[in-house]
């Protein structure tokens, strides 16, 4: 089976089975509020990843030192401090216990309801 994006997708489903006026404004409200869902994990993991890179420069330790302390790839410690990893919690238990750094510090974005 080939791959569709979802553009492709929901153009020919909406050309084959037109949708209701209704059914197409909960769709963008439901398809609006994901998008700013994601936009917010998108700032909170920037945020998180500023955190670690802090703490981590405040030890004067390179990623590759904090890699070794931790079992943790260098290129995922990158990943995480530039906001593109989704890590585990206990990736971050680790990277926080390694840099004496507690979880509760690490800054949270406001999520404002739709």
Do not use: C
Not at 33 to 49: D, H, M, N, P, Y
Not at 53 to 63: C, G, I, L
Request: proline fraction near 3%; avoid cysteine.
């Amino acid at each position: 089976m080939a791959r569709v994006s979802i553009d492709d997708f929901f153009a020919y489903e909406l050309h084959e089975n037109p949708w209701s006026a209704e059914t197409q404004e909960v769709f963008e409200m439901a398809s609006q509020a994901f998008s700013q869902e994601v936009e917010v994990l998108a700032k909170e993991r920037a945020e998180i990843g500023a955190y670690l890179h802090q703490a981590r420069q405040s030890h004067r330790y390179s990623q590759k030192e904090l890699s070794a302390i931790t079992s943790i790839d260098q290129a995922e410690i990158s990943k995480i401090e530039r906001g593109l990893s989704n890590p585990t919690l206990d990736t971050l238990l680790k990277l926080a216990k390694a840099l004496g750094v507690s979880l509760m510090g690490i800054p949270q974005s406001e999520v404002k309801s739709a």
